[in-house]
T-cell receptor, first 115, second 113 residues
């Protein structure tokens, strides 16, 4: 089945620094990837849709200048949290749509802690 | 407004019994529906997807969809302690793969040995 690899699985950073999270589709090409955020005891919230070769589409309330998304190839999307602050601490999860299986596959998630 | 509603629980079910999880959604023309299981601190894993009205069975799991009532459910037969997790209902409101999923808040299921 489709596999999506996400790295790192966890990261601790100082307030004001930037963190990059990678999401790779290992055995299929993903023209579209999605980035979600999950705060404790809450559900997944879609942050943005990442389209290969074009600008990402951000959901309402998500700062595009703070959460930079790059989808330079059919198998790789990156999310960079810029000038991170403690309130950005969350579980970030990427997902890719497999056009063959018509399914959404999720990465293993990245636990970000900003101190 | 795209909304997916679930009872947050916890839902406590004895081992071996049937667990019934329910979900309602806001848009009548929604195309595809998914049930995910999420263990604490982990990423969601797909249990089942359903696209047409009626029942879809896969092992101990049965998904039921009623588009007229905007209702989708998941039945877990012969519940096991390992089924204890949060179950997320997700809807693709637009259809196709160009749009992400809208998730409900999840139902916390506890299977009592």
């Amino acid at each position: 089945g489709a596999v999506v690899s996400q790295h790192p699985s966890w990261v601790i950073c100082k307030s004001g620094t930037s963190v990059k999270i990678e999401c790779r589709s290992l055995d299929f090409q993903a023209t579209t990837m999605f980035w979600y955020r999950q705060f404790p005891k809450q559900s997944l919230m879609l942050m943005a849709t990442s389209n290969e070769g074009s600008k990402a589409t951000y959901e309402q309330g998500v700062e595009k200048d703070k959460f930079l998304i790059n989808h330079a190839s059919l198998t790789l999307s990156t999310l960079t949290v810029t000038s991170a602050h403690p309130e950005d601490s969350s579980f970030y999860i990427c997902s890719a749509y497999d056009r063959v299986d018509y399914g959404y596959t999720f990465g293993s998630g990245t636990r970000l802690t900003v101190v | 407004q795209k909304e997916v509603e679930q009872n947050s629980g916890p839902l406590s079910v004895p081992e071996g019994a049937i667990a019934s999880l329910n979900c309602t959604y806001s848009d009548r023309v929604s195309q595809s529906f998914f049930w995910y299981r999420q263990y604490s601190g982990k990423s969601p894993e797909l249990i089942m997807s359903i696209y047409s009205n009626g029942d879809k069975e896969d092992g101990r799991f049965t998904a039921q969809l009623n588009k007229a009532s905007q209702y989708v459910s998941l039945l877990i037969r012969d519940s096991q302690p390992s089924d204890s997790a949060t179950y997320l209902c997700a809807v693709n409101f637009e259809g196709g793969g160009a749009d992400g999923l809208t998730f409900g808040k999840g139902t916390h299921l506890i299977i009592q040995p």
